[in-house]
């Protein structure tokens, strides 16, 4: 066996970024992955663009539905919902982000799923969960974001005429924490049903996630009682650890510790600000972050990104330049860590894809296939998982079921 996840069957009810990432996450690791989408329709991302390729796909669906088959099925008939059910008595897992009570009016539930299969792992992802008083209301990544808090502190500084705008960050970051925690959770329901023969349900929400990944901002809230203000690039309890503009550009400062610092001194030739009362310690930096900060971008701008990264990563205190998308995607480290693949599929071409993050030295992540085209496997996996005959599945497809 050389994935990790090859013996298993996983079905993916989910559309848009948070279900996909998550399957595609299981794919990358061998599961066989299987993404039921509306005939004639599909997945949402398909049409978000552009960009889209030369044949039309976009590059939203691309990033998140490789090693995936795509079957076309119409759970809204009577037959694509037994296509489906006899799927299920087959699956692992079933993961599906539709709006709470949605499969359970369609018999397609885990209770229902469950009587057909009594270890199926069955994973729901929606905005606000199965429970409480938000549970019906739909869920997207940005409005999760602005209402769980993490826009409240994403941003310029507030200045002295008020608070600034609160941003976003640059990428569907709810969804894709979501993602991965349903993936974790699949991992552990997995061994427990290894350990125990028993199925469960999962549920995920992109609020509990946003809440979850605050960290330790939500815990200097809660042991301080004082709300949390925007630092902009810097951050609230670690000085310098911030962005310092130099002669060419924006470089990176993480100065976590006493000693780092003091080496950033004897960089920079500011030897006196080692033993300097005001400077000396981070709580005491904390404190004189207004007297500070000005001082070393005084300094920094009298040298370009590259010069200071150099100088500051030979005496081992943290830095980086802060690169442009496409910079990062060129660096060398980049290449040598496999994140940057090419697969080819047969209509649509070369297609570019981020690799796999996880590193596995007995079974590596991979990507095997290529993003589907909509319904690209659907008469592959009637006829060989299910049985159907070539008529059976032309009579579907009149009926509007595939």
Not at 3 to 30: Q, V
Not at 78 to 92: K, P, T
Not at 109 to 116: E, P, V
Not at 154 to 182: H, Q, R
Request: hydrophobic content about 40%; some cysteine; proline content about 6%.
């Amino acid at each position: 066996m050389n994935s990790a996840l090859s013996d298993l069957l996983i079905l993916d009810l989910s559309r848009i970024l948070a279900g996909p990432y998550a399957t595609m996450m299981l794919g990358d690791l061998g599961a066989r992955v299987i993404k039921l989408e509306q005939p004639g329709q599909g997945d949402d991302t398909r049409r978000w663009g552009p960009p889209f390729t030369a044949n039309g796909e976009s590059a939203y669906f691309l990033c998140v539905n490789r090693n995936k088959e795509s079957l076309t099925l119409n759970l809204k008939t009577a037959e694509g919902r037994a296509i489906l059910v006899e799927l299920v008595r087959q699956a692992d897992v079933v993961v599906e982000n539709f709006k709470v009570g949605m499969l359970a009016s369609l018999g397609l539930d885990y209770t229902s799923l469950r009587a057909i299969n009594s270890k199926l792992i069955y994973c729901s992802i929606t905005g606000y969960g199965q429970t409480g008083p938000y549970a019906h209301r739909p869920g997207y990544d940005i409005a999760i974001a602005a209402e769980a808090g993490i826009m409240s502190i994403t941003g310029p500084t507030d200045s002295a005429d008020g608070p600034g705008e609160p941003f976003k960050v640059g990428v569907a970051i709810v969804d894709i924490t979501a993602g991965m925690n349903a993936a974790i959770a699949i991992l552990a329901a997995l061994h427990h049903r290894t350990l125990t023969g028993q199925g469960q349900a999962i549920d995920i929400a992109l609020f509990d996630t946003q809440l979850a990944w605050l960290a330790n901002v939500a815990s200097s809230y809660l042991v301080s009682g004082e709300a949390p203000k925007r630092y902009g690039n810097a951050h609230a309890s670690i000085v310098p650890y911030q962005t310092m503009p130099t002669a060419d550009g924006w470089i990176m400062l993480a100065v976590g510790n006493d000693r780092q610092f003091a080496r950033l001194c004897e960089t920079i030739g500011k030897v006196e600000w080692i033993t300097d009362e005001r400077f000396a310690t981070n709580p005491a930096r904390v404190h004189h972050r207004q007297q500070l900060i000005p001082l070393l971008e005084a300094v920094f701008r009298t040298r370009n990104k590259n010069a200071w990264h150099a100088a500051l990563t030979a005496a081992e205190v943290p830095c980086s330049p802060v690169n442009d998308i496409p910079t990062a995607l060129a660096d060398p480290h980049t290449t040598a860590r496999g994140m940057v693949q090419t697969i080819t599929h047969p209509v649509t071409g070369a297609i570019p894809q981020i690799g796999p993050a996880p590193k596995l030295s007995a079974t590596p992540a991979q990507i095997r296939s290529a993003p589907p085209l909509l319904g690209e496997h659907t008469n592959a996996i009637l006829t060989d998982m299910l049985g159907y005959t070539n008529q059976q599945i032309a009579e579907l497809r009149a009926k509007g079921v595939l």
